[in-house]
């Protein structure tokens, strides 16, 4: 499959088209930004940081990249290249932009270069905010791969031209959808997937005392969109040992959330069918 090399930064700074000279992207007011001997740069300057290592602990990035190579969220994956592989076959341009918008370890965008054999050329971007996420997804590139350009950086500042993407992802993350509309080419795609109210409800019965009632507000279209289609996906995984159960507990915001008690009893499980339920929002850009 081929692919091209995503060129489209901007200054986290000013702004400014970022342009590779060797191994340092510079804009022409002269901020310069390292390439990483791993292969990513870090778009991230510190008054966009809340604290000194936001994001995703290195714990729990090597626990996210057990569970989901282990496929279990591969239905999802699956969904997610099918609606983006269709839009990359409509769209004008020699390449096709791809943004994963709280990339992880990079399995989203990796699951799509895996199915994209027979597509126009693919330009992948993988940004997140926590550097260990953007280190682990730059050490698992190799050459039978297509190269995505790993970036340490804000959802809310994204260091991206604007109106220079096909499409952006935003998986179980944070979408800041006015800097999402900017990035995005009019009839770009927004792949957004939340979770729906099941997911993993077997482990929060365990780990919580009682549940908060399901949430049933409306939600509304997010401004500079049209909401193309909504999608549900549901099915159950069996998870079979301690150390699956604890890496689904500890790549979750649930193992801040419970109590000492309740991740005791999960600890103390040897085997746990879980409901994976999803949803999956497909917007276009107006």
């Not at 953007?134 to 109106?163: E, F, R, Y």
């Not at 096909?166 to 927004?190: I, N, Q, T, W, Y």
Request: one cysteine or more; aromatic letters at 6%; hydrophobic letters at 40%.
């Amino acid at each position: 499959m081929n692919s091209t090399p995503f060129q489209a930064l901007a200054c986290p700074l000013d702004g400014e088209p970022l342009h590779l000279a060797g191994s340092a992207w510079r804009c022409a007011a002269g901020h310069s930004f390292d390439v990483a001997k791993q292969g990513y740069v870090n778009l991230l300057p510190v008054q966009q940081k809340r604290s000194t290592d936001p994001g995703d602990s290195k714990p729990m990035v090597a626990a996210r990249q057990r569970f989901l190579e282990a496929g279990y969220y591969q239905p999802i994956a699956q969904a997610v290249s099918k609606h983006l592989l269709s839009h990359a076959e409509v769209r004008s341009a020699s390449s096709f932009g791809c943004l994963d918008a709280g990339c992880g370890e990079g399995y989203y965008l990796r699951e799509l270069s895996r199915a994209a054999l027979n597509s126009r050329p693919l330009s992948l971007v993988g940004l997140d905010i926590s550097k260990w996420a953007v280190l682990a997804a730059a050490k698992q590139d190799d050459k039978k791969m297509p190269h995505c350009s790993w970036v340490v950086g804000s959802n809310a500042h994204l260091p991206v031209q604007t109106a220079t993407l096909d499409s952006v992802l935003c998986m179980f993350g944070f979408p800041v959808h006015h800097e999402f509309a900017r990035v995005l080419k009019p009839g770009g795609l927004l792949v957004q997937v939340e979770a729906g109210a099941g997911h993993l409800r077997e482990l929060r019965e365990v780990i919580y005392p009682t549940l908060k009632p399901d949430a049933t507000s409306e939600r509304k279209v997010p401004e500079g969109f049209v909401q193309l289609q909504t999608e549900s996906l549901s099915y159950q995984i069996a998870l079979e040992g301690q150390d699956s159960i604890g890496d689904l507990l500890a790549m979750t915001p649930h193992l801040y959330r419970a109590s000492q008690e309740g991740r005791a009893r999960a600890a103390a499980l040897d085997a746990l069918t879980l409901t994976v339920d999803a949803r999956l929002m497909i917007y276009e850009r107006s």
